[in-house]
Nanobody, 122 residues
Framework: VQLQASGGGLVQAGGSLRLSCTAS???????MGWFRQAPGKEREFVAA????????HYADSVKGRFTISRDSAKNTVILQMNTLKPEDTAVYYC?????????????????WGQGTLVTVSS
């Protein structure tokens, strides 16, 4: 499986960005999602979506501001990020896993995209 992420960039605080991740070569994935890593910090879970049911799971830090969705026809997961804050600045990674259960542990995800940089200025 290859995951290709796009959509990062520079935005002012309070603004919005939309990240996309397209999967290719997939055999089966139950869950797709996003992690992020800020400079000098550990990688952290952001959001995930179950491919079959579209049920979603969010980190507390992004609830109410970020929305994850999927486009089955395009094998694409989208992360709509609104009301961005400087602390959202990070490299965002698209991920997937075969397991159905919700998890926020990075080691539980099977494939990682190359990352896309999001910078939020104050």
């Amino acid at each position: 499986v290859q995951l290709q992420a796009s959509g990062g960039g520079l935005v002012q605080a309070g603004g919005s960005l939309r990240l996309s991740c397209t999967a290719s070569g997939r055999t089966f994935s139950s869950v797709m999602g996003w992690f992020r890593q800020a400079p000098g910090k550990e990688r952290e879970f952001v959001a995930a979506i179950r491919w079959g049911t579209s049920s979603t799971h969010y980190a507390d830090s992004v609830k109410g501001r970020f929305t994850i969705s999927r486009d089955s026809a395009k094998n694409t997961v989208i992360l709509q990020m609104n009301t961005l804050k400087p602390e959202d600045t990070a490299v965002y990674y698209c991920v997937d896993r075969k397991g159905f259960e919700w998890t926020t542990q990075s080691l539980s995800f099977d494939h990682w995209g190359q990352g896309t940089l999001v910078t939020v200025s104050s």
